[in-house]
């Protein structure tokens, strides 16, 4: 205790000494080591002076400075300072020095004053003195320094108005107008500020995340008010398309079910499917809605029906009917429940079917989507059925590769091989399920060459999607084919392997030949076929190849173009692949008697009775046979007629009875010419 | 046309409620006589009400109640307070 007093003592000693010099900041220090623990009302008196000295002292140099300041011509800084020396000591003298030298600076213009409260921290006389700047000369700089300085200040509201009245470019500038617009309330407008700032900061994209949730926390609240949904919706999808939030896709959701509940109230059905068209997620609710709208618009549209109506028809329909939670709502009975379906699907096909015949082109292509889609779901009902207790939906193609649900019908079908027999049927239906679906779509809607593009690039390959690529050449070629195009041939070489498993190809490109009649396209067809046969020859391919043949050989020589014995070769040709060719055997026929009668002309006009005695015994045609008896007919009147030389006229009666009784001695023109000649002898 | 919206009847209306809606749909004459009993007729077949039950009903209650939490609980939880940053301040 008593070291204790000692060490005190000599502290307030020393403090003492220094007060005395005038050390008022030593002092002080020492005052304070002296008075702790002590409760020494001299030691506080003197501790308060030396404040009160200090400050002094302070505020003393600050004027100093501040003079300095006004000696070298800156006013505006040695306000600043004689504004901080007024706070310490509130000399009334200070004050007036101070308004003088504001009158002063206004008087040559308040940017300085400006800059010197913004510096000082003074950002609300800032803003006032950049306010009157702005006003004063329409200044746009000094409005948006004005604005900074209000959100420096927390003024959230005046800096919005502000700015608003601006255009603010620089990422600052945009950010702050982003924040006041944020802290009023106005997220949206927030977001859309903070988009034009390229920044990857992660303060900044961490703030926007904030203000996106935000954003669907105040709409969500709304949701039940009388808004406008549409326009809110519009904004929430604007800001989702750019930022990935969980917040603002809950509230996207939300919105569009009740835009969806009020369109159906108003059984505004387009709109309805508008909306739907976005969503990449389905729920059963969302599908019933989606089918129920999309079969009233089509069943209301009448002479406005459009293909892409038809097409969302064919999109919904079929998988809503076929979804667990959808029987249930038809009957609670299973068979009645069945029964309606089916006739729901009948008066859906009828809707189709009728749209088809008023949309033209798209309409047949979407009807014949139809029917395969439908058989197709037939198809999976069927193997779905050992599944029942599963409760199993199932989707057609289209809706399957839209909405991500393929892979549960592929594995369905994969599960079924065996049950499966027909290998083309069970490759169809995989491949529609497949990674290659959307390149069959393509193709199904006439882009082939996007088709190929697509299906090749597909990274994983399997028996389906090999399949697919198959198909897809196989249709290009058949498309070529159809346009005369040279190319046709290429492509179905390609796809000539698929004949192997699936025969319905050779019917369809055989089909298509056998309705072939302009030249130019026989010739392509015939290729295309003949490597067909090649890889797999089958009597289809082999009697639409004959057939072609068999007309463009005909056609050459009907036109003159080749003669009787290319015909013949050809001919025989077409009947070597196709014996049961009628039209082919008649051709031949027809070719065989042609080539007689113009040797037996030929040989007639030439005098040649032994070759022409020869061509009608190696015909097999009758008419050669008249033909050459009809002659000597006309030769026997013309010698009777003409020829007024008995003795010749004998000569040349002989000669033509020899020739004919060379080929026939029962004809009756021998015994003819017999009985002439008897008359003449 | 909507044969339930035609006579403001609901999904299930049962025979008597249907011929007096339509009655009374005459006497309102929003829709033409024609129509209503075109609705009527619809309505009273049984299997034809049922393929209607399903084309025009959904489940709006199912739809607007689709909200898995509530909104501001939800989001709020991740929002921190906006506050000035300084990264643009240069």
Redesign the interface.
């Known amino acids: 205790m008593t070291e204790n007093l000692t060490y005190q003592d000599k502290h307030l000693a020393k403090a003492e000494e220094l007060f005395s010099r005038g050390s008022f900041q030593a002092a002080k220090k020492f005052f304070e080591k002296a008075g702790y623990g002590l409760e020494r009302d001299e030691i506080a008196e003197k501790l308060r002076i030396c404040n009160k000295e200090i400050a002094a002292q302070r505020a003393k140099e600050l004027i100093k400075k501040a003079r300095r300041c006004l000696a070298k011509g800156r006013p505006a800084e040695a306000l600043a300072l004689f504004i901080q020396a007024h706070g310490i000591t509130g000399e009334a003298w200070l004050e007036d020095r101070i308004s003088g030298l504001r009158r002063e600076l206004q008087n040559v213009g308040s940017e300085d004053a400006a800059s010197t409260a913004e510096a000082a921290g003074d950002y609300l006389a800032a803003a006032d003195l950049y306010g009157r700047l702005a006003r004063e000369g329409s200044n746009e700089a000094a409005a948006l320094r004005r604005a900074h300085c209000l959100v420096m200040a927390a003024q959230w509201a005046d800096a919005v108005e502000v700015y608003q009245g601006v255009d603010p470019q620089t990422h600052r500038d945009l950010y702050e107008f982003g924040l006041a617009m944020a802290m009023t309330g106005r997220y949206y407008e927030c977001l859309k500020h903070w988009a034009k700032i390229p920044s990857e900061h992660a303060d900044f994209i961490q703030q926007k995340r904030a203000v996106c949730a935000l954003l669907a926390s105040d709409s969500l609240e709304r949701l039940e008010t009388d808004i406008d949904h549409a326009a809110v919706l519009d904004e929430l999808k604007d800001i989702l398309r750019a930022m990935d939030h969980a917040g603002l896709k809950e509230a996207v959701r939300c919105y569009r079910n009740r835009l969806i509940a009020l369109y159906w109230r108003d059984e505004r059905y387009d709109l309805i499917l508008k909306l739907l068209d976005e969503i990449d997620e389905i729920d059963p609710v969302l599908l019933e809605v989606a089918a129920r709208a999309s079969f009233l618009r089509v069943s209301e549209s009448a002479s406005e029906l459009t293909a892409s109506q038809l097409d969302d028809l064919t999109m919904y329909w079929l998988t809503a009917l076929n979804q667990p939670e959808t029987w249930s709502k038809l009957s609670t009975d299973a068979e009645q429940s069945s029964r309606l379906q089916a006739r729901l699907i009948e008066r859906a096909e009828a809707l189709v079917k009728n749209g088809a015949d008023l949309c033209s082109g798209d309409g047949e292509r979407i009807y014949a989507r139809w029917k395969e889609e439908r058989s197709v779901m037939e198809q999976l009902r069927e193997l779905a059925k050992g599944r029942e207790h599963e409760d199993l939906p199932i989707y057609t193609p289209r809706f399957a590769s839209r909405f991500g649900r393929s892979a549960a019908m592929l594995e369905l079908i994969r599960s079924n091989r065996e049950s499966i027999r027909d290998t083309d049927r069970y490759l169809t239906l995989g491949a529609y399920y497949s990674g290659a679906a959307p390149a069959l779509f393509l193709a199904e809607d006439g882009c082939y060459e996007q088709a190929l593009q697509l299906v090749k690039g597909l990274e994983n390959q399997d028996e389906f999607t090999s399949y697919a690529a198959l198909k897809i050449e196989f249709e290009i070629g058949l498309n070529l084919l159809e346009m005369g195009d040279k190319n046709a041939v290429r492509h179905i070489k390609s796809a000539a392997v698929l004949l192997t498993t699936a025969p319905g190809f050779e019917e369809r490109i055989a089909q298509k030949a056998a309705g072939i009649t302009d030249r130019r396209f026989i010739e392509l067809y015939e290729k295309a076929l003949g490597i067909l046969i090649k890889e797999k020859p089958s009597p289809g391919l082999n009697r639409a190849l004959s057939t072609l043949i068999t007309t463009r050989a005909v056609m050459d020589f009907n036109r003159s173009r080749i003669s009787v014995t290319p015909l013949s070769a050809a001919i025989e040709r077409a009947l070597e692949l196709d014996p049961d060719n009628e039209a082919a055997r008649i051709a031949l026929s027809d070719a065989q008697y042609n080539r007689d009668f113009d040797e037996l002309n030929e040989a007639l006009e030439k005098h040649k009775m032994t070759r022409a005695c020869q061509i009608v015994e190696r015909s097999e045609h009758e008419g050669i046979y008249d033909a050459f008896f009809e002659f000597m007919e006309d030769a026997m009147n013309e010698v009777n007629e003409r020829v007024t030389d008995k003795g010749e006229r004998i000569f040349m009666l002989n000669d033509l009875y020899k020739w004919c009784q060379c080929v026939d001695c029962d004809h009756p023109l021998v015994d003819e010419l017999g009985d002439l000649l008897d008359l003449e002898q | 046309m ?1 044969p339930f ?1 035609v006579l403001e009847i609901s999904r299930e209306a049962d025979k008597q409620q249907i011929v007096r809606a339509a009655a009374m749909a005459l006497q309102r004459r929003t829709f033409s006589a024609f129509e209503i009993a075109a609705a009527q007729r619809k309505l009273l077949d049984p ?1 034809c009400r ?2 209607l039950s ?3 009903t ?3 209650d ?3 109640s ?3 939490t509530s ?2 609980d ?3 939880g ?3 307070r ?1 506050e ?2 300084e ?3 240069r």
């Open positions: 909507n919206r299997v049922a393929e399903f084309l025009y959904i489940d709006i199912s739809l607007a689709k909200r898995e909104p501001s939800r989001c709020r991740e929002m921190p906006l000035r940053l990264i643009f301040d």
